[in-house]
């Protein structure tokens, strides 16, 4: 499953060896196959975009784009978990099945960051892209909100959806958050650093969008669920809505 792989690398953040490979990437996207043709399209699309940018641009509009705000927070419990304490549970169940995959993580790295998730999910041989599956809520959100902001970024969002072999109408989902206010602005960071000061609750935030069943094409809900294993498994997450 390198295809997870590489996406896991893309949307890291762009390293200067990442830059410096990026040739190599592409030659693999372009000749494997691994790939068929719309994946392969939406991944040179992506790479090509940011093969022509000087790196510190880069750096500059990832910062920008992912590190402020939560909107399109690539760690995946901020979506699904918000503030509430389930989520320091769910860190830890999925931490120990990493390590059960033999995936070993540096202090300062959360399980839930998308682009470990991807790594972990590529060990998984047949199962891994149920994996990607049971965070296709999360996925197709942000590919919406990252299509508002017109970032080529979403591209890697529609691929792994793609993977996952689920169809959701983005266009619908895209309406739906086209009115949601900017959290990355300097009044909506504030604003939110005040709101954390003083907020001792731990209340989950009852705010967050998500895909309705409407909105699946193939008429399936789109919740964080176990896979096929998670009875043999108890380290597996608990499934949530």
């Not at 992506?46 to 927070?73: K, N, T």
């Not at 989520?87 to 839930?112: C, I």
């Not at 197709?140 to 109408?169: C, F, I, N, T």
Request: glycine share 4%; charged share 25%.
């Amino acid at each position: 499953m390198k295809v997870l792989n590489v996406i896991s690398r893309l949307l890291d953040y762009p390293s200067d060896e990442l830059v410096r490979n990026l040739n190599e990437l592409t030659n693999w996207v372009a000749e494997s196959d691994e790939l068929d043709a719309p994946l392969r399209d939406r991944l040179l699309a992506f790479i090509s975009h940011y093969e022509c940018m000087d790196a510190l641009d880069w750096q500059s509009e990832y910062d920008g784009l992912f590190e402020r705000g939560r909107a399109v927070s690539l760690h995946l419990f901020e979506h699904i978990h918000g503030e509430s304490r389930d989520r320091g549970q769910a860190m830890v169940d999925l931490l120990e099945r990493y390590r059960a995959a033999g995936l070993a993580l540096s202090q300062r790295e959360l399980p839930d960051y998308l682009p470990i998730y991807l790594e972990f999910c590529a060990t998984q041989g047949e199962g891994a892209y149920e994996w990607v599956h049971d965070i296709t809520h999360v996925i197709a959100l942000l590919s919406a909100r990252l299509s508002k902001r017109e970032s080529p970024y979403h591209l890697l969002m529609d691929a792994l959806l793609q993977m996952a072999g689920v169809s959701v109408d983005l266009s619908a989902l895209q309406q739906e958050v086209a009115d949601e206010e900017r959290d990355d602005t300097p009044q909506a960071l504030d604003k939110i650093w005040e709101e954390e000061v003083v907020s001792f609750t731990g209340k989950c935030d009852q705010s967050i969008t998500r895909p309705s069943a409407a909105q699946l094409r193939d008429g399936q809900p789109l919740t964080w669920a176990p896979s096929k294993d998670t009875a043999q498994n108890p380290a597996q997450p608990a499934p949530q809505e």
